[in-house]
């Protein structure tokens, strides 16, 4: 075999063990059930994601972000960081998702299952 051959072979078949991580990530991963916002390290509060709803978080330093729950997704429709990149990081709906802002030192996000039982959740 020539050397070329085995070398896309090689290719052909580390692309088939990436496409398999990936369907197999895609089609384990598990709607959440609540929305968790930290700020500065220390969670601030967590919301339902069953709930449609706006809230104005307060990050450090006196920035904010604007959270969107709506339709079982979450998302930041407008902060007052410079860069504004966590505006631009999307919806986020399955566990373990999150959003990040760093000038604003606020995360959020998704974690619980949507099957789970919550015994509580609190808000701002």
């Not at 991963?29 to 967590?46: I, L």
């Amino acid at each position: 075999m020539k050397k070329h051959a085995r070398d896309v072979l090689l290719i052909a078949l580390i692309m088939l063990i990436g496409g398999v991580i990936a369907l197999c990530l895609l089609l384990t991963r598990k709607t959440g059930a609540f929305v968790e916002v930290r700020v500065d390290g220390s969670v601030v509060s967590v919301y339902p994601l069953d709930e449609d709803a706006e809230y104005l978080i307060e990050g450090a330093h006196g920035g904010s972000n604007r959270l969107i729950i709506r339709n079982g997704e979450a998302w930041v429709e407008s902060a007052s960081c410079p860069d504004g990149l966590c505006m631009n990081m999307g919806h986020i709906r399955y566990k373990g998702a999150s959003i990040v802002c760093l000038p604003n030192r606020v995360v959020i996000s998704i974690a619980g299952e949507a099957d789970e039982d919550v015994d509580a959740v609190v808000g701002q």
